[in-house]
């Protein structure tokens, strides 16, 4: 068992879902802004300009979040293949890494 392989295969397993819980807060909190500036609009508040520029630098974030999640999804099958090929990979981190590329796929985030 070489651990090398192993201890890469965890660190590209938990990049790949910290970059997904990345991606996936900044969607949600663009949601969230856009909601507030319609209510702020609606109650013509004074601090709609500094609600639109937050909103404008979340939304400028989602594309390069999504290009980090592409790129750490590829190192993930990488690590996955190398650690399995190898029969280096703990079943528990080969099955995590399966299915996070699995459920990124079906939410079709990755190719």
Sequence with gaps: M?????RELRIKLGVALRTAKDLDYYEKELVT???RIEEER????DCLRQLQDVFSETEAIIPDARFRLQRATQELEVALNKASFA?????????RAEVLL???RTKQLVR
Excluded: F, P, V
Excluded at 2 to 6: A, F, H, N, V
């Design 2 to 6: 070489d651990s090398k392989l192993g």
């Design 33 to 35: 802004l856009r909601m």
């Design 42 to 45: 609606k109650n013509g508040s």
């Design 87 to 95: 029969g280096a990979a703990d079943e528990s981190d080969t099955s």
């Design 102 to 104: 699995q459920e990124l």
